[in-house]
Nanobody, 114 residues
Framework: VQLQASGGGLVQPGGFLRLSCTAS????????MGWYRQAPGSQRAFVAA???????NYRDSVTGRFTIGGDNAGHSIYLQMNNLKPEDTAVYYC?????????WGQGTLVTVSS
């Protein structure tokens, strides 16, 4: 499985971005897809996840500002990020969980700065 993430960029505080992640290969029966982020000097941290029943989960600091969604076929997800803050600056990685393990995308950089 290969994951292709896109949509990062430079945005001012209060602005918005939409990240996308598309999977190629067989991910039928996957156990969930989502996003992590890694800020400079920090460990990779969970951001949001969507599960096959379309339930979602978010880290506390993005709840109410970020929304995760995906297509019905389950091959792509997005992360709508609103009211961005400087502390959201990080490289964002998408992932998919399968019975064989977790696959990661290559990361897309989000910079929130005035």
């Amino acid at each position: 499985v290969q994951l292709q993430a896109s949509g990062g960029g430079l945005v001012q505080p209060g602005g918005f971005l939409r990240l996308s992640c598309t999977a190629s290969g067989n991910i039928l029966g996957h156990e969930g897809m989502g996003w992590y982020r890694q800020a400079p000097g920090s460990q990779r941290a969970f951001v949001a996840a969507m599960y096959p029943d379309r339930s979602t989960n978010y880290r506390d600091s993005v709840t109410g500002r970020f929304t995760i969604g995906g297509d019905n076929a389950g091959h792509s997800i997005y992360l709508q990020m609103n009211n961005l803050k400087p502390e959201d600056t990080a490289v964002y990685y998408c992932y998919v969980d399968q019975r064989t393990g977790r696959s990661w995308g290559q990361g897309t950089l989000v910079t929130v700065s005035s």
